[in-house]
């Protein structure tokens, strides 16, 4: 419990004791696997669930109660935060302090990274703010006032521009504008005491825990969407958002742990066994497991799905409090008022938990760069229909939304890592992606200029420089599977009346990108500053049917076309090569397929400009002379890109198919 909390806190709180945890939400968008939604409770199994009493490594140089837990998004550093008004950065691999973050006046609660690594949030106690630091220096990056609570808690939104706090005795919480450091909203209504926070991992909504109610937030107009109320006399002390943002999973001062619909308010499954107030709570990054820390100084690993307890952390000589997955969810991480913090590996001690699944049957994570809704859904969704079809139910897949988010490099890129480290046995990533993992087989679909139209895009797909890009994934540990054309992408201006026809158009100008080093290079070359993100750009990268997700009212140049852009579907290749003969045909069957629908259902470039100009946006043409403008001055990207032997023989075979490829039509201008 809050040892040092003030007499008035407790005076407010005579019956709903809160506790202390670290329940931030994660900047790892997977799904969550809660497959039923009416509520099951699961007696304890304290017998049948082993106990491991030897962590990997202890963290020992805090001087008071150690609060909050949290590993860097790249899974090689652990953050603290304790009562003795510092934070501390430690080395996972050898258990050494790095770092001293030292400015607060009161106790550090709440400790969270930014989705970048680049940054750590504190919440500080008695000086009622919450701070920003510089990973690398230490220093002070920021400090946000306002909150005349103590600040207990604090978490970043998914793409760390908005922070939202705990304020504490003040009763309320804020979210904040990272940039500015301004207060959004003040999110106002609980009546006791205000000690946790989380940010949805999809960024629309931010979850409070006050000794009277949880309740769920818009990011976006700071009202209130849902309440779960404590009519119960529970006193929440802990909560968390599941991956796929749909539930919320609570700790209570009754001794159990709770998993709740957000669309319904429904309680889903309770969770018991601890003899103490549930102090800390957090889903796992694939959603299948929820760890709690408790008041009877273990920690628990429950299976969402059953309630059942999986292992109990035991070893602490006081409360458990702040609780953390590592972004791989190979390890965990508790916090204690023994002034000590543990990281335990669950594949070293005998923890791995196996995939919660019928007899005979094996299931298949896939990684996925999009959100649903996104183009690649529909043929996420086919896949996995086909796979557990062909093999009678025998292999599933668990599709894993995001999953690049929780990686230091994130989207695309994320995927790959995923997939490359084991992390996750499938992916399905954009082929511009794979150079920034070092790995050049799909350079030559971004040669500058050279796939124009829908008709060649999909001959490319279907022809043998895909087999041959595929294959060429094995000297990088992959096993290629298909890939299929999504859209063709084009330049955007943002800027009115101003729009791209010629690169001396692109001068000076921040070029939004997704990241890519041929991409990278293209819009150097053509004098324009490539960057990532969702301001302060003037110029953009994009495909039509993405034109609306740009800022402004931006202008497409139709009939200037950088390259195609693929979906891939990959696997590692030595989970692939686990599978036996008949599970890996099963699974290139079901990936032919999808290839087969992507294509067949493929948005003409044609018809994604209608929608796009029917939605008020605007497309303009370029000149022949600007276009063979466009591909003289690229021409040091071909350079490049041939250094590659392969890349050279398969841009090649790429201009050989263009020459025998009737040409499909382009968008046709419109607007202003």
């Known amino acids: 419990m809050f040892t040092n909390r003030s007499l008035h806190l407790f005076m407010v709180v005579a019956i709903l004791m809160v506790t202390a945890c670290t329940p931030q939400a994660e900047p790892t968008p997977t799904a969550a696997s809660v497959p039923e939604t009416t509520l099951t409770t699961i007696p304890p199994t304290v017998a049948a669930a082993p106990t491991l009493e030897s962590p990997q490594l202890e963290f020992k140089g805090h001087t008071s109660d150690v609060w909050g837990v949290d590993f860097s998004p790249d899974g090689k550093y652990l953050a603290t935060g304790s009562s003795d008004k510092t934070a501390m950065l430690w080395d996972l691999a050898t258990g050494e302090t790095i770092r001293i973050f030292t400015g607060h006046t009161g106790e550090i609660d709440g400790v969270e990274f930014s989705p970048d690594g680049k940054y750590l949030l504190t919440g500080g106690g008695a000086d009622h703010t919450a701070r920003l630091w510089d990973v690398s220096s230490g220093e002070t990056v920021k400090v946000f006032s306002g909150h005349t609570g103590s600040v207990d808690d604090g978490a970043f939104s998914p793409d760390g521009k908005l922070i939202v706090t705990a304020g504490g005795d003040d009763l309320t919480a804020r979210i904040w504008d990272v940039a500015t450091g301004e207060t959004l909203h003040i999110l106002t209504g609980h009546t006791i005491y205000v000690p946790r926070v989380a940010f949805s991992p999809d960024g629309k909504y931010v979850l409070t825990d006050g000794g009277d109610s949880v309740r769920v937030w818009d990011v976006t107009t700071g009202e209130q969407v849902q309440i779960f109320p404590d009519d119960q006399y529970r006193g929440f002390s802990a909560v968390a958002f599941s991956p796929d943002s749909k539930f919320v999973a609570t700790g209570s001062d009754d001794h159990i742990a709770r998993v709740w619909e957000i669309a319904t308010g429904e309680l889903v499954r309770e969770f018991s066994g601890h003899q103490g107030h549930v102090n800390g709570v957090k889903f796992s990054p ?386 202003s």
């Open 286 to 671: 694939d959603g299948r497991f929820l760890l709690t820390g408790s008041e009877d100084k273990t920690a628990r690993l429950w299976d969402v799905a059953t309630g059942e307890t999986l292992r109990i952390f035991q070893g602490h000589r006081a409360d458990v409090q702040g609780v953390a997955f590592s972004p791989d969810g190979s390890l965990i991480a508790t916090g204690s008022n023994d002034r000590i913090a543990r990281v335990w590996n669950l594949q070293a001690s005998g923890a791995a938990i196996p995939p919660q699944t019928k007899p005979g049957t094996i299931t298949l994570r896939l990684a996925v760069s999009d959100g649903g809704g996104r183009p690649s859904e529909p043929y996420v969704l086919e896949f996995i229909q086909q796979v557990e079809t062909i093999s009678n139910g025998s292999i599933t897949i668990e599709p894993i939304w995001q999953a690049g988010d929780d990686t230091s490099v994130g989207f695309e890129s994320g995927v790959i890592e995923h997939v490359m480290r084991g992390n996750m046995e499938l992916g399905l990533a954009g082929s511009r992606a794979f150079d920034t993992e070092g790995i050049k087989s799909f350079q030559a679909l971004q040669a500058p200029f050279v796939i124009d139209n829908d008709a060649l895009s999909k001959a490319v797909a279907t022809s043998d420089i895909a087999t041959r890009m595929l294959d060429s994934l094995s000297s990088a540990g992959i096993v290629g599977l298909t890939m299929w054309p999504e859209d063709l992408r084009h330049p955007f201006s943002l800027m009115p009346d101003k729009p791209i026809l010629s690169p001396k158009d692109f001068a000076g100008l921040n070029v939004r990108v997704t990241p890519s080093d041929v991409s990278y290079m293209l819009i150097d070359t053509l004098g324009g500053a490539p960057m990532m993100g969702d301001t302060d750009y003037q110029a953009a990268e994009s495909g039509l049917r993405q034109g609306a997700s740009l800022t402004g009212t931006p202008t497409a140049t139709g009939n200037v076309i950088f390259f195609a852009k693929f979906q891939v579907l990959f696997a590692n290749g030595a989970a692939f090569e686990k599978l036996n003969e008949e599970q890996r045909a099963i699974v290139r069957k079901a990936a032919a397929a999808i290839q087969e629908k992507a294509i067949s259902e493929h948005p003409s470039d044609v018809e994604a400009g209608a929608a796009w100009c029917a939605d008020g946006g605007s497309i303009v043409m370029a000149s022949d002379e600007q276009i063979a403008e466009f591909e003289a001055v690229a021409k040091p990207v071909y350079d490049k890109i041939e250094q590659d032997h392969l890349n050279a023989e398969l841009i090649a075979a790429i201009r050989e198919l263009k020459a025998n490829t009737e040409p499909s039509p382009g968008a046709e201008a419109c607007g």
